[in-house]
């Protein structure tokens, strides 16, 4: 196994909390994979305690002092603001339920890891690690992360830019982009998801005048370059593995 030729003192362990699957992953500090990625299932009804546990289990066992986190949802100052599809007892086919939504807004989820684990643990939004595993320093960089649900983040010269969770938002007939764009709509008509896709992603570029837009997650490796005609900027298809990638530079800038 790689992992026994890298020193662990030298080895971060990667998380990626999608709505659908938990990936794990041990990467070295320039972000590069040292296993195979591993999945287990998102738990739902998903409380913050529950979600904790699960992930502390996994983090106690990987035997390394740092831990980078990419969480579905928005964070303040290490508190969850916002827990998106987490918030939806059964899932993102599901309505969202206010008790579960409200126990995890205000949830200081980083802290929670930090004293389970003892470890170094950093939690950053999932679009926004992504962001950090695509991102090449120059110009500016739009990422839109095509997994269950849609998610979007902004580098300019090389510097994250605070931008608003755009997944619940209306895009066409009363549907907001997680529904549309999302696995959800592209399981119902791959055809027309990436027509609006296409559509989606040119209306981004323009708006946050993008110099390149990076696709990442599950539902990137459906397309190519020239997949979205609509799109005239530079476009950069990335893997699911994106957020993984990133994670070192959370610790390693």
Known sequence: MVLA???IDEQIFAIDIGATNIKFCHVDVEGELLEAVRRSSTPYPCFPTRLVEILSLRINKSDVSYVGVGFPGELANGLVTDP?????????MTDIDPQLDDAWRGFALEEALRVSTGRDVRVVNDATLAALGCCQGTGTELVLALGTGLGLALE???KLQK??????EIFVNDKTY???LGEQGRSQDEVRWRSLLGKAVAGF?????????????G???RLAPNSLPEVTVSLIVHGNEAPL????KLFYI
């Open 205 to 217: 570029a323009q708006e946050f005048h993008a110099t390149t837009v990076h696709l990442a997650g």
């Open 5 to 7: 030729s890298i020193p």
């Open 84 to 92: 998106g599809n987490l918030a939806r007892p059964g899932g993102v």
């Open 245 to 248: 990638h990133g994670v070192a």
């Open 163 to 168: 931008v608003r969770d755009v997944g619940a």
């Open 219 to 221: 539902n990137a490796r």
């Open 178 to 180: 997680d529904e549309v």
């Open 156 to 158: 300019v010269e090389g």
